[in-house]
Each structure stands twice: as structure tokens, then as C-alpha cells.
């Protein structure tokens, strides 16, 4: 694609909110925004959603810049010719590192689409003109949630999600049943279970959830089959699912009925359209995924979630659900519940560069040439 340069700026931006699970609570978040400008000047971008710490994943921003920079950009340099949907099999001789292979890859595809006068949906194969937006709740306490549950419905998202974990699941729940009998409604555990607690997720059936999201452990698939297996609401598989092939292993042991599609963790906007039609072709449902990001990756989201699987709402809020402003122009904007996708080409946003310039801590440009 005649790139000339990468340019990746490590950035961090305090959150409008604390966001909390029984993981822990994030309130700053650090990322890095990978930028690939060609020869004829234009700029492809892409973001790198590791957290800081490695929570969520082993990846961190560290250990992501490491391998972007010293292991991913030179095989890029090796093949001047290649094209965004091959780029995951480039990079298939790093092993795993899925966020940084993600956010690089995820910047060509901006790049080729901006190449030929195209949007990033189009190019992707996306039907959709507006997409289906839900929200996430993450806070600490039964009346928190509710507050916030409140504000978000009034905003119009159409699904929301809270965080779940043994120690006060059926308090939060039955809760919002009685307040909000019939929104819709779903669980994230953030592996919070064991095989243990089976009767404790079973009982967790009355509340009439879409799902329940990752209840055991984050590496687990053959527990959650035994699991689905004994209650009625559907599993969702988010943490386990980090390539294809973990998809595909999923769906023939039974161990969910819906898979949470998050371009970071499987690698690219590649793997998750390979993940996205197998699902479609085997009846199971898939979703996109958030991971309190930027609007660079939220632009990427968008163009994914516009295929014809994705019939649940996403995880893809507003800008202004997490900060004061965002580095794209114009921000993410939810209206009755859906969010417009962009007929622009590439993902459809400009950057804006003063926004990014005030949250970078770190700059380094790596020429390709």
C-alpha cells in the first residue's frame, strides 16, 4: 500500500466516571493510536486497546508497543504489497499478542479503504446503515447501578449490561427486574464462577436475561459446556474466544449460544469476520464488544457491527459516555438507540489533532522506507 511511515502515539485520557467490576476499577485509560501514512499522504488509523495493567488480557500498552514496534512494523516493511485481510496472515508468525496485532492491522484496513475511495463498512461487506447501540453499567452498588441504568435508558440505548459477580448478583438483579421488568437485560461476570456455582447460575434463569457473559474462567470452554448444558439462559462466550479456531471449538462442544466479537482480543478485523460467518452459518449469535475505547477503535466497532449477524446491540456507546472529548470528529453519537454509520471513506471520523496532541504522552515515528 505504499505506506511510508507508522507513527504510534501512546495516549491516555481520565475517564468522565470510574468504571468498576470485581476485576477492579478502571479511571484513566492509557492506549495507543497507531497511524500508517502512505507515500500520496494520507493517514490510516488504528488503536491498540491493552489496558495498562493485565487484567483483562496478558497484553498491557507496554508489552503491545514492544511488539508493534520491534516485531509487527517490520514484517509490514518486508511486504509493501500486502493488503489489509491478509495482514493476520503475516502476523501469524508472532505468536497470540492479538491487541497489538489488532491495532495495526485494523490501521491498514482504515488506510486501504481511505486508498480506494471507500467506506470501512463497504469494505467489509456491512449492510447496515444504523446499528443497534447497547451500554454497560459498571458500578459499585445496587443504587448506583440503578441510577445509572436510569440515565441510560432515557438516553436511548436498547440493551444494557451489568456487572455480576457471587457476592451480589441476585441483589442487582432482582433489583432491576422489579424497577425495569422488561428491558433488555444481560450479565457480564468477568469469569467471576466456578462449575461450583452452578446451581447459583441456574437460579439466575428467572430474571429472563439475554445472556449471561463469560461466568467461568477466561480460559475455560469445556466447563461452560457443562454449564449450558444445565441452565436455560443463553452463555456468552467473551474472554475464551481469542481466534477463530476457539470459536469454531466453542460452537461443536456446545459451551455458549452467543459470542462476544471484540476485534482486539481476536486479533483484527480478519479473524473477527471469519468468527462473524461461521457463527452466522451455525446459528450462533454474536455481538460487538467494547472495551472503554477511544473513537478510533469505536469507528472500527462500527463497521464491523453493520454486518448482517449482528442483530444483538452492541457495547458501542457514545463518546460522550466516557469522555469529556473524544480524538475523533465528529464524536460517537447515540440518537433513539442506534448509531449512524458513516458513508465516509476509511472509518467515516477525522482525528482530531489537537484533541490527540493534549492526551499523548509518547510519539515515535518509524519510516517503512
Avoid at 11 to 32: C, D, N, W, Y
Avoid at 98 to 118: F, I, N, P, V, Y
Avoid at 126 to 151: D, N, W
Avoid at 284 to 291: A, E, H
Wanted: hydrophobic fraction near 40%; glycine fraction near 8%.
Amino acid at each position: 500500500m505504499n505506506i511510508k511511515k507508522a507513527v504510534l502515539h501512546v495516549i491516555s485520557m481520565q475517564l468522565k466516571k470510574p468504571f468498576s467490576t470485581h476485576l477492579g476499577t478502571v479511571s484513566s485509560r492509557e492506549a495507543i493510536i497507531i497511524e500508517l501514512i502512505d507515500r500520496d499522504g494520507l493517514s490510516g488509523f488504528g488503536e491498540a486497546v491493552a489496558f495498562s495493567s493485565p487484567w483483562y488480557t496478558e497484553e498491557t500498552v507496554r508489552t503491545c508497543y514492544h511488539v508493534i514496534k520491534d516485531f509487527l512494523i517490520p514484517l509490514l516493511k518486508e511486504n509493501p504489497g500486502l493488503k489489509a485481510e491478509d495482514a493476520h496472515i503475516l502476523f501469524s508468525s508472532v505468536r497470540r499478542n492479538q491487541m497489538a496485532k489488532a491495532g495495526l492491522e485494523s490501521a491498514l484496513w482504515d488506510l486501504q479503504a481511505k486508498q480506494e475511495g471507500t467506506p470501512l463498512h463497504s469494505l467489509l461487506g456491512g449492510t447496515r446503515s444504523m446499528i443497534g447501540s447497547g451500554v454497560a453499567v459498571g458500578a459499585k452498588t445496587v443504587k448506583e447501578s440503578l441510577l445509572q441504568i436510569e440515565g441510560f435508558l432515557q438516553q436511548g440505548y436498547r440493551r444494557i449490561k451489568v456487572k455480576i459477580s457471587p457476592e451480589h448478583d441476585l441483589q442487582l438483579l432482582s433489583a432491576i427486574r422489579k424497577e425495569y421488568p422488561d428491558i433488555d437485560l444481560m450479565a457480564d461476570a468477568n469469569s467471576a464462577y466456578t462449575l461450583k456455582d452452578k446451581d447459583r447460575l441456574k437460579a439466575l434463569d428467572e430474571f429472563r436475561l439475554l445472556m449471561i457473559e463469560q461466568p467461568l474462567a477466561h480460559d475455560d470452554i469445556i466447563d461452560h459446556s457443562v454449564l449450558q448444558k444445565s441452565i436455560s439462559t443463553p452463555i456468552c462466550l467473551d474472554e475464551s474466544i481469542v481466534s477463530f479456531r476457539d470459536a469454531r471449538k466453542a460452537a461443536e462442544l456446545g459451551s455458549c449460544k452467543v459470542i462476544n466479537i471484540k476485534p482486539g482480543r481476536v486479533g483484527g478485523l480478519s479473524e473477527s469476520k471469519q468468527i462473524h460467518d461461521y457463527c452466522l452459518q451455525n446459528g450462533i449469535q454474536v455481538w460487538c464488544g467494547g472495551m472503554i475505547e477511544f473513537g478510533v477503535s469505536r469507528a472500527h466497532n462500527i463497521a464491523l457491527a453493520s454486518l448482517p449477524g449482528f442483530e444483538i446491540p452492541g457495547d458501542i456507546s457514545g463518546s460522550e459516555r466516557y469522555w469529556e472529548q473524544d480524538i475523533i470528529t465528529p464524536g460517537v453519537t447515540v440518537e433513539d438507540g442506534f448509531i449512524n454509520v458513516p458513508e465516509g471513506p476509511g472509518i467515516g471520523f477525522e482525528i482530531n489533532r489537537r484533541r490527540l496532541a493534549e492526551v499523548t504522552l509518547k510519539e515515535e515515528a518509524v519510516s517503512l522506507v
